[in-house]
């Protein structure tokens, strides 16, 4: 157990629609981190957040947002769905700011999103 | 642009026999690499990281990486595999972004560990 909490385990949805993944980062991380992971993309890095504030962007779609809020969670938005956004999204915390090469990301069991 | 490649897509070892899962790496000053494992529905599990010093690397459940400057590789090994090893293999490096730091991982494809009894 990684300490990385994501709820909720499953979300089947409808194209058009949104919905909202909650992570909790491991006590006394920081940074949140959130990835994508599908089939034809791979494990791809999204967005990173670092005490409430966005340090970081990857390949994150316009029709997505994050934030993390005080007590350091965060919410990952996604809408507006597509069949293409069905993945395993998975949240990641660490120790720092990112400016840290060496400190190891520990990553959530993930949310499965199926958009139908 | 910084990458990372897993050449096999499953490898297939019997028990008790040595396992390597290779990787190779592209990045533009120091690279810092990592292995993880994911097993079904499970999320990623850190096994061992390189960030500079000895090239062997040692790390949870019995697995070690070897860094190879010259080869650009982090090969991930284990001197005698288990059948419960058998999982999705994950090499990464961490990679520097616009806004600076080393904030994200960028991933290899995966490799697919079997290990037969």
């Known amino acids: 157990d990684s300490g990385v909490t994501q709820t909720p385990k499953h979300l089947i949805t409808a194209t058009g629609q949104r919905v909202t993944l909650r992570c909790s980062p491991r006590s006394g991380d920081l940074s949140v981190y959130w990835y994508q992971q599908s089939l034809d993309q791979g494990l791809q890095f999204l967005i990173q957040y670092y005490n409430g504030e966005e340090r970081a962007k990857g390949n994150i779609l316009e029709r997505f947002s994050a934030q993390q809020f005080p007590d350091l969670h965060s919410e990952l938005n996604l809408s507006s769905l597509e069949l293409g956004d069905s993945a395993l999204y998975f949240c990641?915390?660490?120790?720092?700011?990112?400016?840290?090469?060496?400190?190891?990301?520990?990553f959530g069991p993930g949310t499965r999103l199926t958009v139908l | 642009a910084q990458s990372v490649a897993q050449p096999e897509d499953q490898v297939n070892v019997a028990e008790g026999n040595p396992l390597t899962v290779k990787c190779t790496y592209s990045v533009s000053g120091n690279p810092y690499l990592f292995w993880y494992v994911q097993y079904p529905n499970r999320g990623l599990q850190f096994l061992l990281k390189?960030?500079?010093?000895?090239?062997l690397v040692k790390g949870s459940y019995g697995f070690e990486a070897e860094f190879n400057k010259s080869q650009t590789s982090f090969h991930l090994k284990k001197p005698s595999a288990l059948v419960s090893d058998s999982a999705l293999y994950f090499c990464?490096?961490?990679?520097?972004?616009?806004?600076?730091?080393?904030?994200?991982?960028?991933f290899g494809a995966g490799t697919r560990l079997a290990v037969h009894p």
């Open positions: 990464a490096v961490r990679a520097s972004t616009r806004s600076g730091g080393y904030n994200k991982l960028i």
């Open positions: 390189y960030i500079t010093g000895d090239n």
């Open positions: 990641a915390s660490s120790m720092g700011t990112g400016t840290t090469p060496g400190n190891e990301q520990f």
